[in-house]
């Protein structure tokens, strides 16, 4: 069984910032099952936020449906519930809409790689300036346990009780596959490292894909706690692991039975976000949404035949 390293630093520099973690803090009831990784996720973000000393005034929080979209009020802040699946493209009109603030999307395996498995494609190719958090339980958690396309081959759930006859995707592969600025994955019970590897995504000038592989006791009795921690294994541990080097990161990924690697996988810090793309934005210091006012369109179709 693996072991986060020593944690006396990093609890001493978050309570130093005690104040600013009670600001994001909501005095909601929680309705995770116990033992639901969404706590611990929810806690790593947090942290992160507060350890990059963003100010929940200067972020924006889009929830998808589902167990992991309860977090919507379970964290004080600007937070929006999008439709299920359709997180990502909420919050990237958001981040283009105003680059001023940080934009964060969570969402579940079941609605995003299903319903809006669409809008992270594009995303992910268009290198949007915002942070995607997948919850990956491995399940449809708020409807009570049906498989997703992440659910293990042959798990009985609920709706497929003689067990799921496909083969789950490969998440960061997949995602390895549409030319991605980053990609890291976390272990909902670690939750020191899930907040380094967010706070390493809240830094990043793209689209940053982050994995949580998250625990679900209702629903997914197969990966515990226990199967997980016998097999993650960390990039920071690893001989000359380079997060820059693409097909490091697939080798890195392509097991999800023996070896589960965590960390940030892949990154190229070199490639320009979606709105550097664009030269008549050039020099323009005023976001999209401080130049929403009336227009004439004359001007620009008067050439138009
Ligand atoms: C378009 C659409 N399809 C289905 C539903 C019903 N629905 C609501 S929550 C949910 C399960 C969500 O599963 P997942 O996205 O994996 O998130 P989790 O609950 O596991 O965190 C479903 C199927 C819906 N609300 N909208």
Redesign the pocket.
């Known amino acids: 069984m693996s072991c986060p390293n020593n944690q006396s630093s990093y609890l001493r520099e978050l309570a130093a910032k005690k104040k600013d973690f009670m600001a994001y803090e909501s005095t909601e009831v929680m309705t995770w099952c116990s033992g639901c990784g969404d706590y611990g996720i929810q806690k790593a973000l947090e942290r992160a936020l507060v350890l990059e000393g963003i100010k929940p005034h200067e972020t924006l929080l889009c929830f998808?449906?589902?167990?992991?979209?309860n977090g919507a009020d379970k964290i004080n802040g600007y937070t929006l519930h999008g439709?299920?699946?359709r997180v990502v493209s909420v919050a990237a009109g958001a981040c283009l809409a105003n680059p001023k603030i940080k934009v964060i999307a969570e969402?579940?395996?079941?609605?995003?790689f299903s319903?809006g498995i669409n809008h992270l494609v594009h995303s992910v190719r268009s290198n949007y300036p915002m942070v995607f958090i997948l919850?990956n339980?491995e399940?449809?958690?708020?409807?009570i346990g049906?498989a997703?396309a992440l659910t293990r081959k042959g798990q009985a759930m609920n709706g497929t009780p003689d067990g799921v006859v496909l083969q789950p995707m490969n998440t960061c592969q997949f995602v390895l596959g549409l030319n991605p600025t980053f990609v890291a994955r976390g272990f909902s019970s670690d939750v020191k490292h899930m907040t380094e590897i967010i706070r390493a995504g809240l830094r990043h000038k793209g689209f940053a894909f982050i994995e949580i592989m998250q625990l679900?006791p209702t629903f997914n009795k197969v990966t515990s706690a226990k199967w997980f921690w016998d097999r993650v294994r960390y990039t920071d541990q690893q001989k000359n692991y380079d997060p820059t080097n693409l097909k490091r990161a697939r080798e890195a990924s392509e097991d999800l039975e023996k070896e589960i690697m965590l960390g940030v996988l892949y990154q190229d810090k070199s490639r320009p976000s979606f709105p550097e793309l664009f030269e008549s934005r050039k020099g323009i210091t005023t976001s999209l949404s401080e130049e929403v006012r009336p227009y004439s369109i004359k001007e620009l179709i008067k050439n138009l035949k």
């Open positions: 998808d449906i589902g167990c992991n979209g439709l299920h699946g969402g579940g395996d079941g609605g995003t319903e919850h339980n399940n449809y958690g708020l409807t049906q997703s679900c």
